[in-house]
């Protein structure tokens, strides 16, 4: 499975940003998917998460409802819809995937990423 995460860009805080991860290689019905991010200086975590079931999970304390995370097994796509963006929001997006029923918050988990995408908030 390759992944291509696009999307990224800068943007003043409030405003909204939609990311998506293209994967090519294998339909993704069967894989759960996974957005991450890494800030600078510090670890990646787990932002979202759909798994093959369409189980979605969120890091509720990141995000506090303001992302919403969606994929597209026809169009083989992962979506994260993201408003109301802080400047602590601002890391490198990644997406993930594993070949798994279970929705792992752990990124040692995940088989596949993609390269990253960077978004900025400027406040």
């Known amino acids: 499975v390759q992944l291509q995460a696009s999307g990224g860009g800068l943007v003043q805080a409030g405003g909204s940003r939609r990311l998506s991860c293209a994967a090519s290689?294998?339909?993704?019905?069967?894989?759960?998917m996974a957005w991450f991010r890494q800030a600078p200086g510090k670890e990646r975590k787990f932002v979202a998460g759909v798994s093959w079931t369409d189980s979605i999970t969120y890091d509720h304390d990141s995000v506090k409802g303001r992302f919403t995370i969606s994929r597209d097994n026809g169009k083989n796509t992962l979506d994260l819809e993201m408003n109301s963006l802080a400047p602590e929001d601002t890391a490198v997006y990644y997406c993930?995937?594993?070949?798994?029923?279970?929705?792992?918050?752990?990124?040692?988990?995940?088989?596949?990423w993609g390269q990253g995408t960077q978004v900025t908030v400027s406040s």
């Open positions: 993930a995937a594993v070949q798994s029923v279970r929705l792992s918050w752990s990124q040692e988990d995940y088989e596949y």
């Open positions: 290689g294998r339909y993704l019905r069967s894989y759960s």
